[in-house]
Structures are given as structure tokens and as C-alpha cells.
């Protein structure tokens, strides 16, 4: 019983974590990633499909991204997508390329960045704490109901918490390399 509990747990810890590394490769460092045009949707022909389902996206030098359309006609929608998007890149079209320079970033776009990025993190680790909640309910649950006793009780909610521990720090080390990256110039 305490296994299954645990196994639960940590494929939820698991997710929260892929969550927040998802979120993170979506911000906009300054270097070109092909992850930042992730959340760009194009309407392609009244079907609302991500862009990278429509075009190839390439980032041939660190500043620059390149997203090359399948389909020339559609590459009006893109660049409106683009532009939707918000993502402060400004398209340049040559035939059905798509050329977005990525602007280096300034001090205080940098810290704004920062701090997002702690908010999703801080966000991360209350949805594991939140897990680790669920997991010692269900363990005390399972305690009532005569399932497992007490020192079962027990070393499931150590091992509940060694776990919670170590996606906690995962989640950290990954906002300390996301704010270097951000923060170098």
C-alpha cells in the first residue's frame, strides 16, 4: 500500500518538475532557442496548430532563429502569430524564411526575467509541497482504515519527505543555472 502511495507521489513530483523546466525554456534569454516560439499557435486554415507542427525551426547562430515554412502561403499567419505571441522578436521575411533576430536584453529586462523565473519556481515547489500533503493523507488514511500500521505510516512519510527534499532541490538548482543564464551579458 505504501509503495503504490509513493509511486504516485513521485510520478507527480516528476511532472511538476518537467512543468517548470518546460516553463523555463520558454523565457527568452537573450540566446536563441527554438523553445521560445513553443506557445506560438498559427491558424492554419481555421485549425489553430502550434508552429512547429507548420515550419522547421532553426537557430543557426546564438542571436538568430529561423523558422522555414512547409506551406509559402501560410507564412502571413506566422508571422502574425509571431507577432501575437508577444515575444518582442520582430520577423524579417525572405520568400517563405522567417528570420527572428533575438535582441540582447537590458539590466532591467534581466531582472524582471529573474524574478519570473523565481515566482515559477517558488509556484513549482508548492505544487510538490501540495503533493507531499496529498501523499501523508492518504498515507494517514490508509493508517485509519488498518491498511498498514504506524511504523509503516511513518517510514512512508520519511520517504515521502526524502523525496519532496529531492525534487525541492532539483527545482532549485535549476532557477540558480536559469538566473545565471539570464543574468550573463
Known sequence: MTEKIYTATEEK???SF???QKDF????TGKASAALLDSVRVDYHGTI??????ASISAPEARLLMVQAW???IVGEIVKAIQKADLGLNPV????IIRLPIPSLN???RRELVKHCKKIAEDGKVAIRNIRRDANEHLKKAEKEKAIN????KKGAERVQKLTDKYISLVDGLMAAKEKEIMEV
Do not use: F, T, Y
Not at 525554456?25 to 527568452?28: G, I
Not at 521575411?93 to 517563405?96: L, Q, R
Not at 504506524?150 to 505510516?153: G, L, P, Q, S, V
Open 13 to 15: 513530483m516528476k511532472k
Open 25 to 28: 525554456a520558454s523565457l527568452r
Open 150 to 153: 504506524e511504523d509503516e505510516h
Open 107 to 109: 539590466e532591467e529586462r
Open 49 to 54: 496548430m502550434p508552429l512547429n507542427q507548420l
Open 71 to 73: 506551406d509559402k502561403s
Open 18 to 20: 518537467q512543468s517548470i
Open 93 to 96: 521575411v525572405e520568400g517563405n
